[in-house]
């Protein structure tokens, strides 16, 4: 890495504030590689739309080659992340780098190797939604019964949103729930949204952000949405028993019924490899803060990648954080020590996985045991190694 010493560091500053040149504009003091690979999910997701805005902002200010590899298919961006290193960074859901770790269905066969956080990338926020003129102003009168919800058959994460962490966050037990609760099914995210406005159910779970919302808001009656207290932590511990990775959150995007509510949202990080260079994660985080003005317009979701918002998230996220990312949060009082505290319980949990799950494939092979998501002999082998650890899970 090229060294600048105190002198001349001084002198490019001074001369950066005189020329009235951005930090980036001036000589860096890192060997930026000369290609960087960065993994999305397919291309028509926001996450390789948005990376694909930023990208070039970065190629431009740093002089790195930068390749945008979309790959939709989790695992394999996991494998190219962690075991072949094809790819340096991978945008992924906070909430699937938990099952990667975890081994959860597919994962359950992948070779177990340690990530970390290295910036966020974005937030999708999520909520409970009724129409304008329903009789429910208060999230907790569901529990009073007779209450009709959406259940989004087509998905099964919806499916549990609503017929298990709804339920728990307003004290309902499961035989309550089934008491006082019809799930009314749809076969489409459109058809499980609508169906408030449509009058066939009461409560549906949506975001905000969904085309499919501002048609509802802008129809008679409009919509409202039931607030989730941040306050109310048995609920919400009820709730991250079945959504484990959901962060609580004030909506500050979508339409705008849903902005000021309190809510939910799931995030979108990027992801490095617990192994990445430490100057190279910390080189990466100062430019994703103080290039963002340059990039931010590039696209939606990168205003979302705004140190505020990270250091937002940062307050509930589980997940361990790189060093490099760590390093310089400090340098600009993003990060604290008790910050450190929760990151190292979470390194170690991190640590705790691969060290079960190694352990688990290592008898599966020496039995001669198929190494196989669907094969029962080895799910129980992992099952064995694993029991006890605990799952990732937001901080409230």
């Known amino acids: 890495m090229k060294k600048l010493n105190t002198t001349a560091k001084l002198g490019l500053g001074a001369l950066a504030v005189t020329l009235g040149l951005s930090s980036s504009a001036i000589a860096q003091?890192?060997?930026w590689p000369r290609l960087l690979v960065i993994g999305t999910p397919g291309t028509s997701t926001g996450s390789f739309a948005s990376?694909?805005?930023w990208g070039p902002t970065l190629q431009k200010e740093t002089g790195t080659t930068v390749r945008i590899v979309p790959e939709g298919s989790e695992p394999m961006r996991y494998k190219r992340l962690t075991d072949r290193e094809d790819i340096a960074i991978s945008s992924v859901s906070a909430s699937e780098m938990a099952s990667q770790t975890e081994g959860i269905g597919g994962y359950a066969a992948v070779k177990p190797l340690p990530q970390r956080i290295l910036w966020h990338?974005?937030?999708t926020?999520?909520?409970?939604?009724?129409?304008?003129?329903s009789d429910l102003q208060s999230i907790d009168d569901i529990a009073k019964g007779g209450v009709r919800v959406t259940s989004g058959v087509f998905s099964p994460a919806i499916v549990r949103a609503v017929t298990q962490a709804l339920p728990a966050f307003v004290g309902l037990s499961p035989e309550e729930a089934a008491e006082k609760i019809t799930f009314v099914p749809a076969s489409s995210y459109g058809e499980n949204c609508r169906s408030v406005v449509e009058g066939k159910s009461d409560v549906a779970y949506c975001s905000p952000i969904s085309s499919v919302l501002s048609e509802m808001e802008g129809a008679p009656g409009s919509i409202r949405w039931l607030a989730m207290d941040p306050e109310n932590k048995d609920g919400w511990n009820g709730y991250l028993n079945h959504r484990p990775m959901t962060i609580p959150t004030?909506?500050?995007?979508?339409?705008?019924?849903a902005q000021g509510v309190n809510s939910m949202t799931s995030n979108f990080v990027y992801a490095v490899p617990a192994t990445a260079d430490v100057d190279f994660a910390y080189n990466m985080a100062k430019w994703m803060h103080q290039s963002h003005d340059a990039y931010k317009g590039s696209h939606a979701l990168a205003a979302r990648m705004s140190v505020d918002l990270f250091r937002g998230y940062l307050d509930s996220n589980p997940i361990p954080v790189h060093e490099g990312t760590v390093k310089y949060l400090r340098e600009i009082g993003q990060w604290t020590d008790a910050d450190d505290v929760w990151n190292n319980a979470a390194i170690d949990q991190m640590d705790q996985w691969m060290t079960a799950r190694q352990a688990g494939l290592k008898e599966a092979m020496e039995q001669g045991v198929e190494i196989n998501f669907e094969n029962e002999a080895f799910l129980e082998i992992m099952a064995k190694h694993t029991d006890g650890l605990q799952v990732f899970r937001s901080r409230l």
Request: glycine share 16%.
């Open 29 to 31: 003091d890192y060997d």
């Open 51 to 53: 990376t694909n805005g």
């Open 121 to 123: 990338h974005n937030d």
């Open 125 to 133: 926020p999520w909520g409970f939604v009724v129409a304008g003129d």
């Open 250 to 257: 004030k909506v500050s995007l979508g339409v705008k019924t």
